[in-house]
């Protein structure tokens, strides 16, 4: 049945082109392709992401009156809407969990080098726009605590210096945290964001076939050096497609697990006249900065501290962004030790960062 | 009011003062040698006053001087012209004098208009009401006369946390004396008793006292609250669930109605004790262990003790009820189902219990079952929603495991197919 399709729109389309791509594409096998199957991983979730909060939109209703006690409805009226939720809970943070460690590991293996320049310019926006999925999402329940978190967390935007102001009324709608900010994020999380990432997402994916994988530096250097002989390729289709989707049944069976057997709380509606309730602090992929600005000195050398923790933040996202410029051996198929040691280093301090954050007081 | 007016107001204001027709206190505006000398003074008993009046003193941020509480020249640079009788120097008025001294602004309702217009004018006669007033008119000179409580000099308003007289401070303040038994030696009670002095260790058991420290409750009584503050005495037999029905009025209101009112000579303080007020429990009810009932009621055939077992029984019931739900709903919570709806039927309930304890206090065992009955009902209610919510929990488990195997399946069958392409593949 299926020939009979490809069949009947091979006849209409010629598709002669894109059989061709298929059946010659290949992936080199190396002792470093376990990490090829990440980049599909991250993917697959953001489908289950886009697919759950379509569903979630069916019955969400974006308004300070209303956002929390239509989530309490979606969780306990909804036949499986408590699945929905929690499985969109614990996918977005196992999309951003994966999504940094698809970026370590294109960093380590520096396949951000010449000629992948805008692959990897693709990939950490969208990295980017998975943090702004994140941020903008953990507002929409409308509870104490992702309130506060928001509070604080759009607070820091307004310590960017000159347009911190502008920012912070940007990101809030007004001077505060209110339900104006909740409509801003819902249109950021479920139009803006989303038309972004699929625009992203699609030249990302195009730039990789294209390019076809990354094989490691070392390796390319042991080949050079003809201490190894030419890869050995793996069919793209069937070989290297039924890999991914086994590592995506994976994924799937780790966040059903998660969200069955530790659902996502809803916690208690925002009151925006409460006070603060101890212990605030963002989702746990934010919390390194978090904790390092709360680790700021409030002044140094005459300058707020938090300014400069936010411009030092800000610095590194541009330096991020420029890696594959400013990496010129690896771009020349040259050792970089500098920058494997600062991907080492930045790994390094996220983790103890984020732990540390998690547990002080 | 103008710049000039109000700039001239304290001439005015002295120079009344100072007027021979004029009796009336007014806030001394001239100059103060009793300051500039008392301060450098070596004898810390006549230089702390000046020190504690330059400081906080809110007579002296309103104007007020020395002079106008002893008298005595304050325009004078010599001590004798300072201190001259002739000019009305009474030194540090003691006693009734002290009294008369502070009622002279305090009961007159005019001045006080001025600084303080809600503040009452009637501390002087109610003092003369209180056992302290009675004792000083009696010749005891030793008793509490206002300086006692608010302090001679560095005086700050009641509502100054600073202040001796601030909801917290009160109880220390009395204690000063009432603890000391050297001081109270030479007092007795009605029936030639020794007056105890272990109110304010007793006081510091009590509930009052945990609320109004540690819950920072200021409205919490201390002992001005139950024995009043100028008016000092202590309530008489008969008056003290008026004085706990202050607080406690629907308790008051049902005890009042009680066939306890007509026996009990101490009321409330027959069962709760007057200083050492514990948190009540329900153990304080029934006719057996440390029951306060069992002290008069006992066996089966005690209406009385029929009464406060099954009352208490009641009560033990409908808690444990209410803990069981709160228990099966909180599972339920964790594991993800909303609940809500219930957790605010168990306040309900919770409520209910409360009533329940009110309605006791009118010892009618009748009276208190159908609230009893109330709250039961609604424990059953959450218990079943607890238990369709444990039972959607299994469901939510049944189905993952079915999933996850499902999901188990496709995996090895899509292993065992990538492996059979790979072979196909190198052959």
Same mark, same amino acid.
């Given at each position: 049945?299926?020939? =009979?399709?490809?069949?009947?729109?091979?006849?209409?389309?010629?598709?002669?082109?894109?059989?061709?791509?298929?059946?010659?594409?290949?992936?080199?096998?190396?002792?470093?392709?376990?990490?090829?199957?990440?980049?599909?991983?991250?993917?697959?979730?953001?489908?289950?992401?886009?697919?759950?909060?379509?569903?979630?939109?069916?019955?969400?209703?974006?308004?300070?009156?209303?956002?929390?006690?239509?989530?309490?409805?979606?969780?306990?009226?909804?036949?499986?809407?408590?699945?929905?939720?929690?499985?969109?809970?614990?996918?977005?943070?196992?999309?951003?969990?994966?999504?940094?460690?698809?970026?370590?590991?294109?960093?380590?293996?520096?396949?951000?080098?010449?000629?992948?320049?805008?692959?990897?310019?693709?990939?950490?926006?969208?990295?980017?726009?998975?943090?702004?999925?994140?941020?903008?999402?953990?507002?929409?329940?409308?509870?104490?605590?992702?309130?506060?978190?928001?509070?604080?967390?759009?607070?820091?935007? =307004?310590?960017?210096?000159?347009?911190?102001?502008?920012?912070?009324?940007?990101?809030?709608?007004?001077?505060?945290?209110?339900?104006?900010?909740?409509?801003?994020?819902?249109?950021?999380?479920?139009?803006?964001?989303?038309?972004?990432?699929?625009?992203?997402?699609?030249?990302?994916?195009?730039?990789?076939?294209?390019?076809?994988?990354?094989?490691?530096? =070392?390796?390319?250097?042991?080949?050079?050096?003809?201490?190894?002989?030419?890869?050995?390729?793996?069919?793209?289709?069937?070989?290297?497609?039924?890999?991914?989707?086994?590592?995506?049944?994976?994924?799937?069976?780790?966040?059903?697990?998660?969200?069955?057997?530790?659902?996502?709380?809803?916690?208690?509606?925002?009151?925006?006249?409460?006070?603060?309730?101890?212990?605030?602090?963002?989702?746990?992929?934010?919390?390194?900065?978090?904790?390092?600005?709360?680790?700021?000195?409030?002044?140094?050398?005459?300058?707020?501290?938090?300014?400069?923790?936010?411009?030092?933040?800000?610095?590194?996202?541009?330096?991020?962004?420029?890696?594959?410029?400013?990496?010129?051996?690896?771009?020349?198929?040259?050792?970089?030790?500098?920058?494997?040691?600062?991907?080492?280093?930045?790994?390094?301090?996220?983790?103890?960062?984020?732990?540390?954050?998690?547990?002080?007081? | 009011?103008?710049?000039?007016?109000?700039?001239?107001?304290?001439? +005015?204001?002295?120079?009344?003062?100072?007027?021979?027709?004029?009796?009336?206190?007014?806030?001394?505006?001239?100059?103060?040698?009793?300051?500039?000398?008392?301060?450098?003074?070596?004898?810390?008993?006549?230089?702390?006053?000046?020190?504690?009046?330059?400081?906080?003193?809110?007579?002296?941020?309103?104007?007020?001087?020395?002079?106008?509480?002893?008298?005595?020249?304050?325009?004078?640079?010599?001590?004798?012209?300072?201190?001259?009788?002739?000019?009305? $120097?009474?030194?540090?008025?003691?006693?009734?004098?002290?009294?008369?001294?502070?009622?002279?602004?305090?009961?007159?309702?005019?001045?006080?208009?001025?600084?303080?217009?809600?503040?009452?004018?009637?501390?002087?006669?109610?003092?003369?009401?209180?056992?302290?007033?009675?004792?000083?008119?009696?010749?005891?000179?030793?008793?509490?006369?206002?300086?006692?409580?608010?302090?001679?000099?560095?005086?700050?308003?009641?509502?100054?946390?600073?202040?001796?007289?601030?909801?917290?401070?009160?109880?220390?303040?009395?204690?000063?004396?009432?603890?000391?038994?050297?001081?109270?030696?030479?007092?007795?009670?009605?029936?030639?008793?020794?007056?105890?002095?272990?109110?304010?260790?007793? $006081?510091?058991?009590?509930?009052?006292?945990?609320?109004?420290?540690?819950?920072?409750?200021?409205?919490?009584?201390?002992?001005?609250?139950?024995?009043?503050?100028?008016?000092?005495?202590?309530?008489?037999?008969?008056?003290?669930?008026?004085?706990?029905?202050?607080?406690?009025?629907?308790?008051?209101?049902?005890?009042?109605?009680?066939?306890?009112?007509?026996?009990?000579?101490?009321?409330?303080?027959?069962?709760?004790?007057?200083?050492?007020?514990?948190?009540?429990?329900?153990?304080?009810?029934?006719?057996?262990?440390?029951?306060?009932?069992?002290?008069?009621?006992?066996?089966?055939?005690?209406?009385?003790?029929?009464?406060?077992?099954?009352?208490?029984?009641?009560?033990?019931?409908?808690?444990?009820?209410?803990?069981?739900?709160?228990?099966?709903?909180?599972?339920?919570?964790?594991?993800?189902?909303?609940?809500?709806?219930?957790?605010?039927?168990?306040?309900?309930?919770?409520?209910?219990?409360?009533?329940?304890?009110?309605?006791?206090?009118?010892?009618?065992?009748?009276?208190?079952?159908?609230?009893?009955?109330?709250?039961?009902?609604?424990?059953?209610?959450?218990?079943?929603?607890?238990?369709?919510?444990?039972?959607?929990?299994?469901?939510?488990?049944?189905?993952?495991? +079915?999933?996850?195997?499902?999901?188990?399946?496709?995996?090895?069958?899509?292993?065992?197919?990538?492996?059979?392409?790979?072979?196909?593949?190198?052959?």
């Amino acid at each position: 049945m299926v020939k =009979g399709v490809v069949d009947w729109l091979d006849e209409r389309l010629d598709l002669s082109d894109l059989k061709h791509f298929i059946a010659e594409k290949g992936v080199p096998i190396h002792t470093q392709e376990v990490w090829y199957y990440l980049g599909g991983m991250t993917m697959f979730l953001f489908g289950v992401q886009v697919f759950t909060g379509i569903l979630l939109l069916l019955y969400y209703r974006p308004s300070s009156a209303e956002a929390y006690e239509s989530v309490q409805f979606i969780v306990t009226q909804v036949k499986f809407g408590w699945l929905i939720r929690n499985v969109h809970s614990w996918s977005a943070n196992l999309l951003i969990a994966l999504a940094f460690a698809h970026f370590f590991s294109v960093f380590f293996l520096k396949s951000y080098r010449k000629p992948r320049e805008l692959t990897w310019l693709t990939g950490i926006l969208l990295l980017f726009l998975m943090l702004g999925f994140g941020f903008s999402g953990y507002l929409l329940p409308w509870n104490e605590l992702s309130f506060f978190a928001t509070k604080v967390g759009t607070g820091s935007a =307004g310590a960017v210096p000159v347009v911190g102001h502008f920012m912070l009324r940007l990101l809030r709608s007004g001077d505060d945290v209110t339900g104006a900010t909740l409509s801003r994020f819902y249109g950021l999380h479920v139009a803006i964001l989303p038309a972004i990432t699929t625009a992203l997402v699609a030249g990302h994916l195009l730039l990789v076939q294209r390019q076809g994988m990354s094989v490691p530096p =070392g390796i390319e250097r042991a080949q050079k050096a003809g201490k190894l002989g030419p890869l050995a390729q793996m069919k793209f289709f069937p070989n290297y497609i039924l890999r991914d989707v086994l590592a995506w049944y994976v994924v799937l069976a780790i966040v059903a697990a998660l969200a069955a057997f530790y659902p996502w709380e809803l916690g208690t509606k925002a009151d925006p006249f409460a006070v603060v309730p101890p212990g605030i602090r963002p989702e746990w992929y934010f919390l390194a900065v978090f904790y390092t600005l709360k680790l700021i000195p409030s002044h140094i050398m005459g300058f707020e501290g938090e300014q400069l923790g936010v411009v030092a933040f800000g610095i590194v996202a541009i330096v991020l962004v420029l890696v594959p410029f400013l990496d010129r051996r690896a771009s020349r198929g040259e050792r970089s030790p500098v920058f494997t040691v600062l991907a080492a280093l930045g790994l390094v301090y996220l983790i103890v960062f984020t732990i540390i954050g998690h547990y002080a007081k | 009011m103008s710049q000039i007016a109000r700039r001239c107001l304290p001439l +005015i204001a002295a120079m009344a003062l100072f007027a021979p027709s004029q009796a009336t206190a007014q806030p001394a505006q001239a100059a103060n040698t009793c300051l500039t000398c008392h301060s450098t003074l070596a004898d810390t008993r006549l230089a702390t006053p000046a020190k504690l009046f330059s400081g906080t003193d809110v007579h002296r941020e309103r104007g007020f001087a020395c002079a106008d509480c002893h008298g005595g020249d304050p325009a004078a640079a010599e001590k004798a012209r300072a201190h001259d009788a002739a000019k009305g $120097y009474k030194g540090a008025p003691r006693g009734q004098a002290q009294i008369t001294a502070c009622a002279r602004c305090h009961s007159d309702a005019d001045l006080m208009r001025r600084y303080a217009p809600k503040q009452r004018v009637d501390q002087a006669t109610e003092y003369a009401t209180s056992v302290h007033g009675k004792q000083l008119a009696a010749g005891h000179t030793n008793v509490a006369t206002c300086a006692s409580c608010h302090g001679p000099h560095g005086i700050r308003l009641v509502s100054d946390a600073k202040s001796p007289v601030f909801p917290t401070n009160v109880a220390a303040t009395c204690a000063a004396c009432h603890a000391d038994p050297r001081h109270m030696a030479e007092y007795k009670l009605a029936d030639g008793t020794p007056l105890p002095t272990t109110q304010f260790a007793d $006081y510091k058991k009590s509930v009052h006292y945990a609320a109004l420290t540690k819950g920072n409750d200021l409205s919490a009584p201390t002992c001005n609250d139950c024995h009043g503050n100028h008016g000092a005495t202590p309530p008489g037999v008969g008056a003290v669930s008026n004085v706990c029905g202050t607080c406690h009025a629907v308790f008051a209101t049902k005890f009042q109605s009680s066939v306890h009112a007509q026996i009990f000579d101490k009321g409330c303080v027959e069962c709760h004790s007057n200083h050492a007020v514990l948190k009540p429990s329900d153990a304080m009810l029934g006719s057996t262990g440390h029951a306060v009932c069992a002290t008069c009621h006992s066996g089966a055939d005690d209406k009385g003790a029929v009464a406060a077992d099954t009352m208490h029984g009641q009560f033990e019931q409908l808690e444990a009820g209410i803990r069981r739900s709160g228990a099966l709903i909180g599972r339920v919570k964790n594991a993800g189902i909303e609940v809500s709806d219930q957790e605010l039927a168990l306040r309900e309930a919770s409520t209910k219990l409360t009533l329940a304890r009110t309605e006791m206090h009118g010892f009618v065992p009748a009276s208190v079952t159908p609230i009893i009955a109330d709250g039961a009902k609604i424990v059953e209610s959450v218990d079943a929603a607890g238990e369709k919510g444990a039972a959607e929990l299994r469901f939510r488990r049944r189905g993952l495991a +079915i999933s996850l195997g499902a999901i188990l399946l496709l995996v090895v069958a899509l292993g065992l197919k990538v492996r059979q392409i790979d072979r196909r593949s190198h052959s």
